[in-house]
């Protein structure tokens, strides 16, 4: 009797060990989503006085091999049409957050850019909103011309997001990300377009207009010259 008592209790230890081990897989997906997630993005967008952004794009022009020292820059943007169109979009690519925040530091203690370049930006500024966000999909490179639109957008549990429509030339996108640190729940796309007709034109959007999805913003882009 004692060994069958001692047996059960193993057993239970086990089917115990192997339900905690299920729910921490459960919990550690949900931030590990695809095998993507091995860098952070950090989207932002600068609004910027109307009547300062050529100065404002000359200056970061002439500073930002600064930063990109410390962190790959993977794209840099006009907004051409969209909500705050006096705006730029920004993506830089971080290992971690501590190389996101050693960066700063190191920003931080170079005179040329905290004293110069952020000292003389500052003032034009209207706002900055910024998000940490994982990729969902293997990110292409950006090419420096053409068109880009930038969509966010958000779904519930039960909308499909996953299949995008039939390919089609001349559309292609270039990144797909969830966000981590932000505006919780909201998911980003990156298309390019050869032709600005295909922004209208393009059918792997279509999952856009499922039940369950719901689109935040849709902003069209130029590159600028210091783009990548």
Not at 47 to 54: H, I, N, Q
Not at 105 to 121: A, F, G, N, Q
């Amino acid at each position: 009797f004692s060994r069958m008592l001692l047996l059960k209790r193993c057993s239970k230890t086990r089917i115990k060990k192997r339900n905690n081990s299920k729910k921490g897989s459960t919990i550690n997906g949900i931030f590990a989503i695809s095998r993507y997630h091995t860098k952070l993005y950090e989207i932002r967008i600068i609004g910027v006085e109307p009547t300062k952004m050529d100065q404002y794009l000359n200056l970061t022009d002439k500073y930002i091999h600064i930063k990109k020292l410390s962190v790959p820059l993977f794209g840099y943007w006009r907004v051409d049409l969209g909500d705050d169109r006096s705006s730029v979009v920004t993506i830089w690519e971080w290992n971690s957050m501590a190389h996101k925040y050693k960066t700063a530091s190191i920003l931080e203690e170079d005179k040329t850019w905290k004293d110069i370049y952020k000292r003389s930006t500052g003032q034009m500024i209207t706002f900055n909103h910024t998000s940490i966000l994982t990729a969902e999909s293997e990110l292409l490179p950006v090419p420096n011309n053409g068109l880009f639109e930038l969509i966010t957008y958000n779904t519930n549990r039960n909308a499909d997001t996953h299949q995008l429509g039939e390919q089609k030339e001349g559309c292609n996108l270039l990144g797909h990300w969830n966000t981590v640190i932000g505006k919780f729940g909201q998911k980003v796309m990156l298309w390019h377009y050869d032709d600005p007709e295909f922004v209208l034109q393009n059918p792997q959007k279509e999952f856009l207009n499922n039940d369950g999805v719901n689109l935040v913003d849709s902003k069209l882009l130029h590159p600028v010259v210091f783009s990548s």
